[in-house]
């Protein structure tokens, strides 16, 4: 009896978000008005054509949205000829103007490296800190600080080889939300392999006690910047710090998966570089030193279509130094993020000091390489 009344009402209220969402598309097709897309665009426009980058966005939002070992696909279909899914993917369109307007107001726009007050090297001051991070610690260090600060008292990241968890399946990255230093400290070290960080975020918001600071690949911090965008409301209020990650491509943990598979069981992987040409993987034995050409092959298609390295919609942008491992480059963007660094540094827990200008003029050549490559990517394919 109470399990048909369930049944009923659940179908009473699906239907009646339908019929909305129709009376609402027809509105908008009557007046003339823009209509967006929704999920079998979704399906057709990227996920059909292997541009999704994985970032865990429409996942998040959505229950018929599901992944299989990186490879994100629509089990049912909602219906529904709108969607967040379409709209909050970074492979669809994207009104940059406005997401930068509603991020860092008037703030001067650099138009290789986007929006931002000032370029730094930094560190993390604490050994503990540092030591297992990817360079020097700063995205670590920085979100441990917010946290101990009360800024957020949640952080969504990334884990990866270094958890127990994921021994079994060393280099698939897992999405984490963590609440404290020793959480952080955990997530430490970058994964070179896409994982979808933001397909757990719906559920932390939903949770209106949890402030979370995000941090993510560029292609991430455009989806949530967009759902930001849609529903300010909940995405603004309860995700105020957003660190970005330089990078220039992804790994199909698929295609990289099977590369390693070939060449032999791999002892425990400790950590993975990309210095120079080269790809390096840190074992408890001797590191293990790829060719980047042979890795090259294993890069996510979506990857060849993204033009932002250095994550241009971040509060904060954290990459290398590409000459000092210990230090990185941080790009401070908003006032958020000049708040978070200007704490870190009066407690100490970071040491930041002017990045060289010949440097900064390195980082702007490697931004614009990448934005000239999809360009000639995006005209070689028609699109
Ligand atoms: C796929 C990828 C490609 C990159 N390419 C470049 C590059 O070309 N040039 C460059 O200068 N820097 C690149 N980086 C950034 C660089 O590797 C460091 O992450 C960055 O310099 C921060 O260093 P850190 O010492 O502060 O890191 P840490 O303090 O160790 O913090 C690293 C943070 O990154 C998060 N993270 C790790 N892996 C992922 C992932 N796959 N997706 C989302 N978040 C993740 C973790 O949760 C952690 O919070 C890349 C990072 C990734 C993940």
């Given amino acids: 009896m109470v399990m048909t009344f369930l049944i009923e009402l659940g179908l ?11 009376l609402h598309w027809l509105f908008k097709k009557t007046l003339k008005l823009p209509i967006s897309k929704g999920p079998e665009d979704l399906r057709k426009e990227v996920l059909g054509q292997d541009f999704c980058s994985c970032c865990g966005g429409c996942i998040g939002i959505c229950p018929y949205i599901k992944i299989v070992r990186e490879k994100v696909i629509i089990v049912e279909n909602c219906g529904l000829k709108e969607g967040k899914c379409y709209n909050l993917c970074p492979h669809t369109p994207t009104d940059t103007s406005r997401l930068e307007r509603n991020i860092f107001g008037a703030i001067n726009k650099d138009p290789i490296l986007g929006r931002y007050v000032s370029i730094k090297q930094s560190r993390a001051t604490n050994p503990a800190v540092q030591g297992p991070g990817q360079y020097g610690g700063t995205v670590t260090a920085l979100i441990c600080s917010a946290l101990e600060r009360g ?12 958890r127990r968890k994921a021994d079994k399946d060393p280099l698939l990255p897992a999405a984490r939300l963590v609440k404290n230093s020793k959480g952080v400290i955990e997530c430490s070290g970058s994964k070179y392999t896409a994982c979808p960080t933001l397909s757990i975020l719906g559920e932390a918001v939903n949770n209106d006690k949890n402030i979370i600071g995000v941090v993510g690949r560029p292609c991430q911090v455009a989806a949530l910047r967009k759902l930001q965008d849609i529903e300010p409301e909940v995405f603004c209020s309860r995700v105020p710090l957003v660190i970005g990650l330089f990078c220039m491509w992804a790994l199909s943990y698929r295609e990289f998966n099977k590369f390693l598979a070939a060449r032999g069981r791999i002892p425990s992987i400790r950590k993975i570089d990309v210095p120079q040409e080269q790809f390096v993987i840190f074992t408890r034995g001797q590191p293990i030193r790829i060719p980047f050409e042979q890795i090259k092959e294993l890069i996510r298609p979506s990857c060849e279509l993204c033009s932002d390295f250095t994550s241009e919609l971040a509060d904060l942008s954290v990459g290398a130094t590409e000459f000092d491992p210990e230090w990185n480059t941080l790009i401070i963007r908003s006032k958020r993020g000049q708040e978070i660094v200007d704490e870190a540094v009066d407690n100490g827990v970071i040491e930041i000091k002017e990045l060289p ?11 614009a390489d990448k934005k000239k490559r999809v360009r000639e990517a995006i005209s070689k394919k028609g699109k």
């Fill in 357 to 367: 200008p010949e440097r900064v003029e390195i980082l702007r050549r490697a931004a």
């Fill in 151 to 162: 800024e957020i008292n949640r952080a969504l990241l990334t884990q990866g080889f270094n």
């Fill in 12 to 22: 009473i209220i699906s239907l009646r978000r339908r019929l909305t969402d129709l």
